[in-house]
């Protein structure tokens, strides 16, 4: 999934940098890139940071939080990331989004410091990140074909209620065999989608996540439920929450969703 | 209240107003405990409408309770902590309940639901995020279960919005008294939440000239404040349909600018 966001990460000990072309693959019925393809930049380039700041320790992800103000339609989204706090028990980033020169918004993730053991892999070597720009061979050659709920294979069972479903299938998956942070952002994001538009009586689409993250998804399907907060006319919030194939509570996040500008 | 009690570090609890009870079993897995408030002045807008920055202040004590609890025979700080408000119209009491989402070998995760005990509306939902840390010296819960009341007698005094006052178009400024700082001595958590709330809409205020209330926040706790006076400086982001949206960063002006808090909150028009 990573790889078919076609992104560019470039990691340095204290900044990291990114981008996504927007793509009608990840947009919203506005033409407006989602939320969900933008946290998943987040997660990725938070990610390569975190672990350079957390070495040789290991680190696992605790929250993420996004806040866009602009959503691009064509372009690209970029992402610069620097270390807010690298302490013994937590690392805390900040993301500034941009795009085409203007702010595009912010979001940060906070990581857990874990003691290294042994098969976490060295991210600082192996690099899933470069340090010149150009993306390693695993991340090239993205090819988004279809729509990015669709090739995460994820199942509306109830829109207005906000419950859709995901498998826990190895093109959305992390080296723990577990749903990629992004891939639960990108969900949660997708749920709000559809609960908050049907609340709100207005086509509104996501800007605003906090999600916290509780447990690995590794037990297919990942479902989600919500429960609306506020919903008017131009914008509204939803709890929500994503629930393993064992019944298991594996993140909670709120998400707000407002009208998109019209087009230019 | 006595000079003793005044100086314990939890004066600013008792301007708060809060009582908080845990309600669970001692030594349940996952503990949970509630808060209760009748917000008066000090904790409202001049509209009447409660204030954000309160409320996150509010969370963060009935959060850090049940995180605190979790997390024994070690305790906790608050890594960070984020909250969606329902509305600010509070009629009765404020009811918080607080419980474990997850304990982990180094961090707990609590959630917090606020609300009007008048009604039993949703007033507002945020979740805690703390670290777990061996503490030194005695726990801040003596007898089982945990509760804590209000003292009799006069409270202590505090200067009008805990003194927090413009420093320049773009931040406020507040010094860091005895009844501002915590059992620990560094500036109280819950002060932080009312200083974001009080930059982030002085910083719209200024850059639309019409009024704002802080809804929505993300918090993030980066490092103790220990010296004082505190800046707190928003920079606006970008406006949406929910409100604009302000980065407000706390520095120490006293320990050198030290970096003690970065915050994304929404400021809603009113």
């Keep these: 999934m990573l790889r078919d966001l076609a992104p560019v990460v470039q990691v340095s000990d204290h900044e990291a940098r990114g981008r996504i072309p927007v793509r009608p693959e990840i947009c919203a019925p506005s033409g407006r890139v989602l939320a969900g393809p933008v946290a998943t930049l987040v997660d990725m380039l938070a990610g390569g940071l975190a672990a350079r700041a957390a070495h040789p320790n290991w680190m696992a992800t605790a929250d993420l939080t996004l806040h866009l103000v602009e959503r691009p339609s064509d372009g690209e989204i970029e992402a610069v990331g620097r270390v807010v706090r690298a302490g013994r028990s937590t690392v805390v980033m900040e993301v500034e989004l941009s795009a085409g020169g203007a702010p595009a918004g912010l979001a940060s993730m906070t990581f857990a410091v874990l003691p290294r053991r042994e098969g976490n892999p060295d991210i600082v070597r192996s690099a899933n990140t470069t340090d010149d720009g150009v993306p390693p061979a695993w991340l090239s050659g993205g090819n988004l074909v279809q729509p990015i709920a669709d090739a995460l294979e994820v199942r509306v069972i109830d829109g207005p209620a906000g419950v859709l479903e995901a498998p826990v299938i190895d093109y959305s998956c992390n080296t723990l065999d577990a749903l990629q942070g992004g891939v639960v952002a990108t969900l949660l994001c997708l749920a709000a989608d559809h609960v908050l538009p049907a609340a709100c009586g207005a086509p509104v689409e996501t800007v605003d996540l906090h999600l916290t993250y509780l447990a690995l998804n590794k037990v297919s399907p990942v479902r989600t439920r919500a429960e609306v907060i506020t919903a008017t006319p131009s914008h509204g919030t939803a709890r929500i929450e994503t629930v393993d194939g064992d019944g298991r509570v594996t993140a909670v996040a709120t998400a707000v969703a407002t009208l998109p500008r019209a087009s230019p | ?270």
């Design chain 2, 1 to 270: 209240m006595t000079e003793t009690e005044r100086s314990d570090g939890r004066a600013f609890s008792y301007w708060l107003g809060l009582e908080l009870d845990e309600t669970t079993e001692v030594g349940a897995d996952r503990p949970e405990s509630v808060g209760r408030v009748d917000p008066g002045p000090d904790l409202r807008l001049p509209n009447g409408q409660v204030r954000a920055g309160a409320m996150l202040g509010l969370m963060d004590c009935v959060g850090g309770l049940t995180s605190g609890l979790a997390a024994l025979p070690r305790w906790v700080v608050s890594t960070n902590i984020n909250q969606r408000i329902a509305t600010l119209d509070v009629h009765g009491a404020l009811v918080l309940r607080s419980r474990t989402r997850r304990v982990g070998r180094n961090a707990v995760v609590t959630s917090v639901e606020a609300r009007d005990e008048s009604n039993d509306s949703l007033v507002a939902t945020g979740v805690l995020t703390s670290s777990i840390l061996t503490f030194e010296g005695a726990l801040p819960v003596g007898t089982r279960p945990f509760c804590l009341r209000m003292p009799e007698g006069r409270a202590p005094d505090f200067p009008p919005l805990l003194g927090i006052r413009p420093a320049s178009p773009v931040s406020v400024r507040l010094d860091l008294i005895p009844q501002l700082r915590n059992p620990w001595g560094i500036l109280h958590g819950a002060v932080i939440g009312i200083t974001v709330d009080a930059a982030a809409v002085h910083v719209v205020e200024q850059h639309t000239r019409s009024p704002g209330v802080m809804t929505d926040a993300v918090v993030h706790f980066v490092a103790p404040g220990r010296v004082g006076p505190i800046e707190a400086a928003g920079t606006v982001i970008g406006e949406r349909p929910d409100g604009h949206v302000v980065r407000v960063e706390l520095r120490d002006r006293g320990a050198d600018d030290r970096l003690l808090t970065v915050a994304v909150v929404t400021v809603a028009p009113v």
